[in-house]
């Protein structure tokens, strides 16, 4: 998922779960290290990998006004999302 503006946003566990706001969990900047989130007694475990990405073109009105709140992109098993996939074992291996 991406959230190009910003957009407030809010996690949960399936109907009748917790639901949690990581946002206002984080603790407040500059961080010295990336901030780690834990929620529940880990059991089933979900790992989420956040993070952000610049880029100037943003600032341009009508490309930022084109993008959607939020963006989904699945990595299943269509060969042209490979590459995504394979981006984020990449990024969580780095991560471990």
């Known amino acids: 998922m991406a959230f190009p503006h910003a957009t407030p946003h809010m996690l949960g566990a ?24 834990r929620y529940g007694d880990g059991r089933p475990l979900v790992r989420l990998l956040c993070g952000y990405l610049q880029c100037e ?32 074992r990449q990024i969580v291996e780095e991560v471990d």
């Open 14 to 37: 399936g109907r009748g779960g917790a639901t949690v706001t990581p946002v206002r969990n984080l603790p407040p900047k500059p961080w010295r290290e990336l901030p780690i989130l």
């Open 57 to 88: 073109a943003l600032h341009f009105g009508p490309l930022r006004a084109a993008l959607p709140e939020t963006i989904h992109v699945r990595t299943g098993k269509d060969a042209r999302a490979a590459w995504l996939g394979a981006t984020l």
